[in-house]
């Protein structure tokens, strides 16, 4: 029979490696979530390129001038960048993290998979979450830091630099490729933060979590791939 003092350090090990994938999933659900508020601004923001060049670039503008007197002129982007940044350094160690306990818990794989009923966008999740991460990082070269406009016109008018970028059309196929890679993540993100905040404990909750993910995928997918479309179909010029 085994000593039950000595079963007891690994069993409080255990309940400790248990509390804290549980804070680690509630980081990843927070910071995505924060994610999510971000994306539905930054697509309202972009829809306003449908109003035509004076409405879109006043939108800009604004929002360089937005809290001023109380913060300094930018503040409130640069503020909005700083915790963007920390958000997703959260996000990205939380899921490194969690996917090594992961691996660590089941060293063998099985020999044969097991369909576990998990919505399909789960299996994109690893390498959308890279191929977003790449891409993010060309969009803010192309549109905040770097300014390139890859037609060789000017850039620092909003606006245009849109204009001319989604009159390419290998560029508005990787940008629509990368809203289909978005919609993707946030069906299963959303779904997974919501089943992470406890708001999927039934099976009508279940039903409405399921929902709520992809709607959300759909409105902001679709909602940030309508101005490239418009763009390149000349109803944008």
């Known amino acids: 029979m085994a000593d039950?003092?000595?079963t007891r350090p690994s069993l409080v090990?255990?309940?400790r490696a248990s509390r804290t994938s549980i804070s680690l999933k509630l980081l990843m659900a927070v910071s995505g979530l924060a994610f999510v508020g971000f994306v539905l601004g930054h697509m309202y923001g972009n829809l306003k390129a449908l109003s035509g060049h004076d409405t879109f670039n006043e939108y800009a503008h604004h929002l360089r001038e937005l809290g001023e007197p109380l913060l300094p002129h930018m503040g409130f982007i640069w503020i909005m960048r700083v915790g963007l940044l920390l958000a997703l350094i959260i996000h990205?160690?939380?899921?490194?993290e969690l996917t090594r306990r992961a691996r660590n818990a089941r060293p063998v794989k099985y020999v044969v998979k097991k369909h576990t009923g998990a919505i399909p966008a789960s299996r994109l999740m690893r390498w959308g979450g890279l191929t977003l991460f790449l891409f993010i990082v060309w969009h803010l070269v192309n549109f905040t830091f770097g300014k390139v406009n890859v037609q060789g016109g000017e850039t620092d008018d909003p606006y245009n630099l849109l204009v001319d970028t989604f009159d390419v059309w290998w560029m508005t196929l990787i940008y629509l490729a990368a809203m289909a890679m978005l919609g993707a993540h946030l069906h299963?993100?959303?779904?997974?933060?919501?089943?992470?905040?406890?708001?999927?404990s039934?099976?009508?909750?279940r039903a409405r979590a399921k929902t709520i993910s992809?709607?959300?995928?759909?409105?902001?997918?679709?909602g940030f791939s309508i101005v490239p479309i418009a763009v390149l179909t000349g109803i944008i010029d």
Do not use: D, R, Y
């Not at 990205?92 to 490194?96: L, T, Y």
């Open 214 to 222: 992809f709607a959300i995928a759909i409105v902001i997918a679709g």
């Open 202 to 205: 039934t099976a009508a909750s």
């Open 13 to 15: 090990e255990g309940a």
């Open 4 to 6: 039950p003092v000595k």
């Open 92 to 96: 990205v160690a939380a899921a490194i």
């Open 188 to 200: 299963h993100g959303v779904w997974s933060s919501l089943q992470t905040l406890g708001l999927t």
